[in-house]
């Protein structure tokens, strides 16, 4: 729950809390996060609407505690192939990215806070830790030799999140799952560890280079 709204006074009652984040996550998945206003979410909860205004300053603040309360981190498997984790993790980004509470909520959340600094601070104080779980397999796999020692986790992450939020940004058709484990295998072929040739090939290569001198 947001802390700029507190005040020093009566307690809060959870119940209300709960009723005015359900209803404003209906009225953000109907209405949109900017045609949504804070008079119809108070009206869906039955409540005045200072009773926001105690709770939450602004829509954008009450949008906040709505993400978190609905969204949770993706799991991200550890089946020792990165690979494959990281296809599921990312069949499951683009499951979540084709729904109404990514388009209509989440996303136009994350674009105003683009342009607002104050914003900006509160999403990345308040999510920054979705990445950490992905962070640590990407890790555990440069630790184990399936990708190189120079790897950057946070270069590997950016790069395979931006390859299905571009077409998101720029209203381009969404993504199907069915094309995850492609968009891994593009992005990994720069992060892998070169594989061992075999004695048979280096004794061929050799073999060849003798001949051509």
Do not use: C
């Amino acid at each position: 729950m947001s802390q700029n709204g507190n005040h020093p006074g009566r307690p809060r009652d959870p119940r209300v809390d709960d009723a005015l984040l359900r209803a404003g996550l209906e009225v953000f998945l109907s209405s949109g996060y900017h045609a949504a206003t804070l008079t119809e979410i108070a009206r869906r909860a039955k409540v005045s609407k200072p009773a926001i205004y105690r709770r939450w300053p602004n829509k954008s603040d009450m949008a906040i505690d709505t993400v978190e309360m609905r969204a949770q981190p993706e799991p991200i498997p550890d089946t020792g192939s990165i690979r494959r984790d990281l296809t599921t993790f990312l069949k499951f980004r683009i499951e979540l990215w084709n729904t109404p509470f990514f388009r209509r909520l989440l996303l136009p959340l994350i674009l105003e806070s683009t342009s607002d600094q104050r914003l900006a601070q509160q999403v990345g104080a308040r999510f920054r830790t979705y990445r950490t779980a992905l962070d640590d397999r990407v890790r555990r796999a440069i630790a184990s030799g399936e990708l190189r020692r120079d790897t950057d986790p946070t270069l590997l992450i950016d790069l395979l999140m931006g390859a299905v939020t571009m077409p998101l940004l720029f209203s381009q058709e969404a993504l199907e799952e069915t094309e995850a484990g492609a968009i891994v295998d593009r992005m990994l072929d720069g992060f892998k560890r070169p594989a061992k040739r075999s004695r048979m090939a280096a004794a061929v290569a050799t073999s060849k280079r003798k001949r051509r001198t």
